[in-house]
């Protein structure tokens, strides 16, 4: 037999279920059910609730679905755990479905009956590749996305993709006297946000570079980005992303910032924390869904000592029950603003304590683990849906 996925298990009803999962084109390649101990065959993909050393050997794309990790395995591309108390189909499916992709491309449809030693050991080399083309491309986003050290300013930085890389992203430059925060998330997640993200910023910065000193401000920098998104390399792809762009202007102790369906920023004063009034701009869709261009920005002081806090709807969009993804019952903005003042109320407190205290919060509200233990490489954060990225930055007196 030549299936294209083999389903290891001892329990028949675990099989039908992991067949009523996959879409019936996927279905009509092929799937087999094996008992421990069977031979795989020439099966290019296994799904099974129990793991082995014969499964293990195959060296092609394992789903394993346990109701905990085993402790002596290591997670990796190849290796995709579902844990079954939390399950959500529409992620696996989206995984299988980016893995036969993969092996179609290796394998070809029609040549999966070919001698299978030869077919395990390709795999191994293409996976490998694929695993550190993966990792380089999570290490250059995250080393674009970190924050440079700014004079007279203290920074704290949080982020965590959903998979390996994300579509959320973040630019702090510091031109003369002004410093420019802007915080974004592409539609959905994954590679192809990852790359928009990409495109974004390479575009954003390159502008801040050239654009004359004398006039560089927040509505040249939103026309730019506004016109850009919605004349070029968009247009054939219905994705658009939150974003918000921030100044820090020193010379005149403000912050001015525009809003395109981002979460709101929130201002710490003397201790005192409060969601900048967006009540305009609230109402904003985001970059590319949004036809109408806003270069008016919102003015508020920020003085020595004030600090700003931005994050992406990963934080905010935690579920108690990641069965119940009603968004009345996500964890939140009125709960990240309850969180961060609970933490500036300390004596002494500083940024990195405010962003593990809004991580300790968001843990604590979902019934599932927390966010350190997550694996970057196909897991959604369990109680996320999404990308989570935090930023602070404190004017130091």
């Given amino acids: 037999m030549n299936a294209l996925i083999s389903v290891v298990t001892e329990d028949s009803s ?3 279920q992991i067949v009523q999962m996959i879409p019936l084109d996927i279905q009509r390649e092929g799937i087999e059910i094996l008992r421990p101990g069977d031979s795989l065959n020439n099966a290019q993909i296994i799904v099974t609730d129990m793991i082995t050393d014969e499964i293990l050997d195959q060296g092609i794309p394992v ?4 109701e905990e990790m085993p402790e002596d395995i290591v997670e990796s591309i190849s290796l995709r755990f579902y844990k079954r ?22 394998d070809g449809a029609a040549e999966k009956t070919r001698d299978a030693e ?6 191994k080399e293409r996976v490998a590749v694929y695993k550190k083309s993966l990792e380089l491309a999570k290490l250059m986003q995250l080393s674009a996305m970190e924050p440079k050290t700014i004079k007279n300013f203290e920074q704290s930085f949080y982020y965590q993709p959903a998979f390996t890389v994300s579509g959320d992203f973040l630019i702090v430059e510091e031109i ?13 997640h994954g590679y192809n946000t990852g790359l928009y993200g990409a495109s974004l910023v390479g575009g954003i910065r390159g502008f801040l570079d ?4 004398y006039s560089l401000n927040l509505a040249g920098l939103v026309n730019y980005v ?57 109402e904003l869709a985001p970059m590319g869904a949004e036809k109408r261009l806003i270069l008016t920005p919102k003015v508020f002081s920020f003085l020595p000592g004030d600090a700003l806090f931005v994050d992406t709807d990963g934080v905010t969009e935690v579920f108690k029950d990641p069965e119940d993804k009603d968004i009345r019952k996500a964890y939140s903005e009125e709960r990240i603003l309850a969180s961060v003042q609970h933490e500036v109320l300390k004596p002494n407190w500083t940024l990195d304590q405010v962003i593990r205290g809004v991580r300790k919060d968001a843990d604590s509200y979902s019934v599932t683990e927390d966010f350190e233990n997550q694996n970057l490489l196909g897991n959604h954060l369990d109680g996320a849906v999404d990308d989570v990225t935090m930023y602070m930055l404190r004017w130091l007196k």
């Fill in 14 to 16: 675990f099989y039908k």
């Fill in 63 to 66: 789903f394993l679905f346990a």
């Fill in 85 to 106: 108390t939390n399950f959500d189909v529409k992620i696996f499916q989206k995984d299988l479905a980016e893995w036969i992709e993969i092996a179609f491309a290796l």
């Fill in 118 to 123: 030869a077919k395990k050991e390709k795999y």
């Fill in 176 to 188: 003369d006297n002004k410093v420019f925060v802007i915080i974004g998330d592409v539609t959905d």
């Fill in 210 to 213: 050239i654009a004359p000193r």
């Fill in 226 to 282: 506004y016109h850009s998104w919605n004349n070029y390399n968009y247009q054939k792809d219905p994705s658009y992303a939150t974003m918000l762009f921030c100044m820090i202007d020193k010379e005149n102790a403000s912050i001015e910032f525009i809003n395109y369906g981002h979460e709101s920023p929130f201002l710490i004063h003397e201790n005192k924390v409060s969601i900048l009034d967006v009540s305009e701009e609230k």
